[in-house]
């Protein structure tokens, strides 16, 4: 059974770090893409950065500069190392992962950063 499974998220004061790692286990087909997306209380879930099997990443605006996302592929892991982080990036963070026909979601971190 696929599975995503997400750690790294705790408090942080503004202008601190984290980082986030998601690994994945059980999956028939391969996945072609991995992501991290987050919702906040009374928000919608929104997308954060993702990477391509190939590498191709891409990154919300709100975070360009200072969240970088990686991948292992012979680990089947991702990381998102955030830097320089705000009280607006409080939220849960989700790892999601995409293979040809379905995709998946990680059960979520939380991330809460103190001004």
């Known amino acids: 059974q696929a599975r995503l499974v997400e750690s790294g998220g705790g408090s942080v004061q503004a202008g601190g770090s984290l980082r986030l790692s998601c690994t994945a286990s059980?999956?028939?087909?391969?996945?072609?893409?991995m992501g991290w997306y987050r919702q906040a209380p009374g928000k919608q879930r929104e997308l954060v950065a993702f990477?391509?099997?190939?590498?191709?990443?891409g990154y919300a605006a709100s975070v360009k500069g200072r969240f970088t996302i990686a991948g292992d592929n012979d680990r089947n892991t991702i990381y998102l190392q955030m830097n320089s982080l705000k009280p607006e990036d409080t939220a849960v963070y989700y790892c999601?992962?995409?293979?040809?026909?379905?995709?998946?979601w990680g059960q979520g971190t939380q991330v809460t950063v103190s001004s």
């Open positions: 059980g999956f028939m087909l391969r996945i072609n893409g």
């Open positions: 999601n992962a995409k293979d040809s026909i379905d995709e998946y």
């Open positions: 990477i391509s099997r190939g590498g191709g990443t």
